[in-house]
């Protein structure tokens, strides 16, 4: 990264198990000295197994601190500050219930659309948001157009309840599965007020009786008749991580974790870095402080 580079960052939520994270559009510029400026400095004694929220601060959270926020059911002073004051307290309870999780995501949608900035971009607190790569992919994209970016999690199309037949409706959509991260144009996102805005889309998915992705899913290409565009470039935990070689880890927006499926990239000890996050950033990013010389 020695050169300039210009970054327009999007939207960005993430849901953490009791989080959730925003990523606003912005302009970021970033170069090698400002990125060291910006690190904090790394313990690599002992790993931080308490919770995910550290492993994205201490990495690609750096790259993109004005434009990402956080989704909690919590206030938390010391976590406010290390969020660089973006921490925003859902009031959503704390399970990973159905409704509450739809709860977070409507909070996000309308925290949206408050911003008016160009990308809603959601992703969860197991992701590991490549951040250029994901300004340098929406550059492709006219957010004054209907796009709905992200990955199929599901070989098949999902199916919905329909509360006046008490029927699983044979009718089927696609959806982008959270756990990949996904993003919405503004565009589609204003369109899409009548529906969830206010709140609303909490009373979607109860009447449907799906997740908060699978809901999104529903509302953007039953209601909305928007096809989602699939960006291979998202990945979640359903995918094998070890069978993404190094030499594309450029391209690709997100990465994910769960216990004996990881990123295979070469760096810290297992021990110390469990997730790969930490390795995989240095391996994008070996300016960074912490990582090794
Ligand atoms: C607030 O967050 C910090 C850092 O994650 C944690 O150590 C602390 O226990 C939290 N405080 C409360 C009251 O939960
Ligand atoms: C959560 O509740 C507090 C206290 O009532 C309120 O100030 C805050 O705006 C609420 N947050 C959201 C996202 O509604
Ligand atoms: C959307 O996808 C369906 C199949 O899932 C296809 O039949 C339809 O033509 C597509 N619509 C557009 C506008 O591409």
């Not at 900035?117 to 994901?134: A, E, I, M």
Request: hydrophobic letters at 35%; one cysteine or more; aromatic letters at 12%.
């Amino acid at each position: 990264m020695g050169r300039r580079r210009m970054i327009k960052a999007a939207v960005i939520l993430v849901t953490l198990g009791y989080c959730s994270l925003l990523v606003y559009q912005g302009s970021v510029t970033l170069n090698a000295s400002n990125l060291q400026e910006s690190l904090p400095s790394v313990k690599t004694t002992k790993h931080n197994r308490d919770t995910r929220l550290p492993i994205i601060l201490k990495t690609w959270f750096q790259l993109a601190k004005d434009q990402t926020w956080f989704f909690t059911d919590t206030d938390n002073q010391t976590q406010q500050q290390l969020t660089n004051g973006h921490l925003v307290n859902t009031n959503c309870s704390d399970t990973h219930q159905r409704q509450h999780l739809c709860c977070k995501t409507s909070v996000e949608y309308d925290t949206f659309m408050d911003s008016g900035k160009k990308w809603f971009c959601h992703f969860d607190d197991d992701n590991y948001v490549n951040v250029p790569r994901l300004v340098e992919v929406l550059q492709g994209y006219d957010y004054q157009m209907d796009w709905y970016l992200g990955r199929k999690s599901i070989p098949k199309p999902a199916r919905y309840y329909n509360p006046l037949t008490k029927n699983m409706q044979t009718t089927r959509f696609w959806f982008a599965t959270f756990g990949a991260g996904l993003c919405i144009s503004r565009s589609l996102a204003l369109k899409m007020i009548p529906v969830v805005g206010g709140g609303k889309f909490i009373s979607i998915c109860a009447r449907i009786q799906q997740a908060d992705d699978v809901t999104m899913g529903y509302v953007i290409e039953r209601t909305m008749q928007l096809n989602l565009t699939i960006v291979p470039e998202f990945h979640s935990h359903l995918e094998q991580m070890k069978l993404i070689p190094s030499d594309i880890f450029r391209e690709q927006i997100s990465f994910s974790y769960s216990p004996k499926n990881t990123v295979d990239v070469p760096g810290f000890d297992a021990s110390y870095d469990p997730t790969r996050f930490l390795s995989l950033h240095c391996f994008l990013f070996p300016h960074f402080e912490f990582c090794p010389r």
